[in-house]
Nanobody, 123 residues
Framework: VQLQASGGGSVQAGGSLRLSCLVS????????IGWFRQAPGKDREGPLS?????????YYSDSVKGRFTISQDRAKNTEYLQMDNLKSEDTAVYYC????????????????WGQGTLVTVSS
């Protein structure tokens, strides 16, 4: 499976962006997608979100809960990360990653990673 993240860009604080994670080589339904990010000079953070499944509800990290929302378009084999009310501290390279095991995503060790997309939030 291959993952391709896109949709990054520059936005002012309070603005919105929508990131996309296109899954190719397999069906999106087989995988749990986790969004991660790495800010300049900092360790990778995440997962920021994971869709519901395996008896678990949709997960959002405290840092993005209430501002970020995930959705899936199965016809396009794509998961989206809608980011609203962006803050300067959201500036980072964002990655989508996947695994068939939700727990591995939750533990931050998914087996498949896409390239990153840069989000810059100016205050």
């Amino acid at each position: 499976v291959q993952l391709q993240a896109s949709g990054g860009g520059s936005v002012q604080a309070g603005g919105s962006l929508r990131l996309s994670c296109l899954v190719s080589g397999s069906s999106l339904d087989r995988y749990f997608i986790g969004w991660f990010r790495q800010a300049p000079g900092k360790d990778r953070e995440g997962p920021l979100s994971i869709r519901s499944g395996d008896g678990n509800p949709t997960y959002y990290s405290d840092s993005v809960k209430g501002r970020f929302t995930i959705s899936q378009d199965r016809a396009k084999n794509t998961e989206y990360l809608q980011m609203d009310n962006l803050k300067s501290e959201d500036t980072a390279v964002y990655y989508c990653a996947a695994d068939t095991m939700r727990l591995k995503v939750r533990l931050g060790v998914p087996g498949y990673w896409g390239q990153g997309t840069l989000v810059t939030v100016s205050s």
